[in-house]
């Protein structure tokens, strides 16, 4: 195509079939090639007409440079509506959402009349920045204009209510509407899944007339994030096969997640069957949500089949390999599987893969592998530590015994350590029987936390009583009774479950 620009540039090219020109580079695969007619039409001198002006946008705009598209808007005497769109829509793209935002409301300023396509950018800016007040500014706008209001521009609207979590709003424009159709009824539906409204989502799905895939998966996606609802999931899904749709691959996200939830092997299986010999199979989203499901029901060779097979694997595949055999004690293949990635070189781990390799090292006893990954997460792969890193590395050391340099790794924690990592230390100690440090461990936890987290009392004076120490365990009796603690709430102690879990046996004062 840069051969075509330059013949048609040497012809000497008239405005008039520029913009015809201009359209065909915009369509073909490298728009890159038609941006010498900029620099012919700058040659000449002329400013271009209008109709020019925008193709020169939009070509920049495919070209992904939002800054020369914005020179061409700047040159333009009066930028039409449709180059606002553009310029407007170019920004969200690029992630420039202050940008975007600023022109459209220079363009509501101008007096021109905003079409659907203007109102719902604004409403998606909306919702992406999580201003309420834009939503309700497009709104009024909406309310005003007899034009642009569409399907598009009200579910676009619902859409930003249900992102701000104003359902009520959200509701209400959807029960004035003059006809409610699929669109609305979906985003109110994603609204009401996100808020656990599961009676209004059922309402609201049941009144439709008509349905398409997509309402179908927001109410899988919806049932499928708690254990409480996630077995809905699997009727939706069977009424949805009956009304002969035929599963996305949100749907396979939505129904193998609820098995991974609900250790559902069989009908996970049968899934999977299904999905076998489709598109959706070679998909790294449910190749992953599969791995995720094999894992979680112990079958860790099934999903390392699936692993193996991935045509295409991202950090979730990784992770979720890696994860599932820490989770099932094959510490071993975790770490193997994390060297494998760090050779392969194709996906970095983040610090969600780190975690999970940590974790496998410390329930293993690798404790200078667990070391040597820790220092690599900043120095290989440029990731800050988080607290749960450092929490995950105290417990590393602890359970190996080291406890001293456990309490070192603490004191040198760059922020203040949060009670996991005391937790962690605390919860060495005892299974070291080391009452020294289950004393200290247990201060600064008493320090952080007073009443929340009565498992520490209990992890002290189990210790304590371990060790023959009843004068220590009354002294925490006491501390309990004085300071209003109950053992009963020790079980809706929050934190790691893995790190608290030996907390919650043995505990035998009263
Ligand atoms: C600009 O484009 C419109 C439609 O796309 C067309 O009707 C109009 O004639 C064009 N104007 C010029 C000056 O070419
Ligand atoms: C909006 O209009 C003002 C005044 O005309 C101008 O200074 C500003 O650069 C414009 N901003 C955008 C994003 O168009
Ligand atoms: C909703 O919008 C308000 C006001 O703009 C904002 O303060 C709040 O954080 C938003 N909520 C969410 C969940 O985005
Ligand atoms: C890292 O990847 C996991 C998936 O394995 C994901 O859940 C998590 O959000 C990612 N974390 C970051 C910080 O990107």
Not at 238 to 261: E, H, N, Q
Not at 315 to 343: E, H, Q, R
């Amino acid at each position: 195509m840069r051969h075509a620009a330059s013949v048609f540039l040497a012809r000497g090219m008239c405005f008039g079939s520029m913009a015809a020109i201009l359209q065909g580079f915009i369509e073909s695969s490298s728009p890159s090639n038609g941006l010498p007619i900029h620099a012919h039409v700058i040659k000449l001198g002329r400013r271009p007409g209008t109709n020019v002006s925008i193709k020169l946008l939009i070509l920049h705009l495919r070209c992904g440079s939002v800054i020369q598209a914005r020179k061409v808007f700047d040159e333009m005497p009066q930028p039409t509506l449709s180059a606002f769109n553009y310029l407007i829509s170019g920004y969200f793209k690029a992630g420039i959402f202050e940008e975007s935002l600023n022109l459209a409301r220079n363009l509501s300023f101008s007096g021109q009349k905003l079409d659907g396509f203007t109102i719902s950018m604004i409403l998606k800016l909306s919702a992406t920045m999580g201003t309420l007040s834009i939503a309700k500014q497009a709104h009024t706008q909406i309310l005003k204009s007899e034009t642009g209001s569409d399907d598009v521009v009200f579910s676009a609207l619902i859409d930003s209510y249900v992102k701000n979590e104003t359902i009520d709003y959200a509701r209400s424009v959807f029960y004035a509407l003059p006809k409610r159709s699929l669109v609305c009824s979906t985003a109110l539906i994603v609204g009401y899944m996100k808020q656990r409204l599961f009676k209004d989502a059922e309402e609201t799905f049941s009144n439709l007339v008509e349905r398409d895939v997509v309402v179908y998966n927001a109410m899988m996606e919806g049932y499928s994030r708690i254990s409480e609802t996630a077995s809905r999931s699997f009727q939706i899904y069977k009424v949805m096969r009956l009304d002969g749709f035929i599963p996305t691959v949100s749907t396979a996200v939505s129904v193998i997640g609820a098995c991974s939830l609900l250790s559902a092997l069989q009908f996970g299986q049968q899934f999977h069957c299904e999905i076998i010999k489709t598109t959706i199979y070679s998909h790294v989203k449910a190749g992953s949500a599969l791995i995720d499901m094999y894992c979680k029901c112990g079958r860790l060779e099934d999903a390392r089949r699936i692993f193996d097979h991935m045509p295409e694997k991202n950090v979730f595949s990784w992770t979720s390999m890696i994860d599932g055999y820490g989770k099932n004690g094959y510490s071993y293949d975790a770490l193997g599987l994390f060297y494998k990635m760090k050779t392969f070189n194709e996906v970095k781990p983040n610090c969600t893969t780190i975690l999970s390799v940590l974790s496998a090292c410390g329930h293993a006893g690798f404790v200078s592998e667990g070391q040597k990954i820790f220092e690599s997460m900043d120095k290989d792969y440029g990731l800050k530590p988080r607290m749960e890193h450092y929490a995950c590395m105290v417990d590393l050391l602890g359970r190996a015994g080291h406890l001293l340099e456990a309490y070192d790794f603490i004191k040198r924690v760059p922020q203040k350590p949060n009670s996991d990592a005391w937790t962690a230390l605390l919860g060495a100690s005892r299974v070291h029987g080391d009452v020294a440090m289950a004393d200290i461990a247990a201060k600064e936890l008493f320090m952080l936390c007073r009443n929340e987290r009565p498992g520490a009392y209990i992890a002290l004076s189990n210790t304590f009583a371990a060790a023959g120490r009843w004068d220590g365990v009354c002294r925490v009796r006491e501390l309990m009774k004085d300071r209003g603690v109950s053992a009963k709430s020790g079980h809706s102690w929050i934190g790691s479950e893995e790190i608290l879990h030996g907390f919650h046996c043995g505990w035998s004062i009263n």
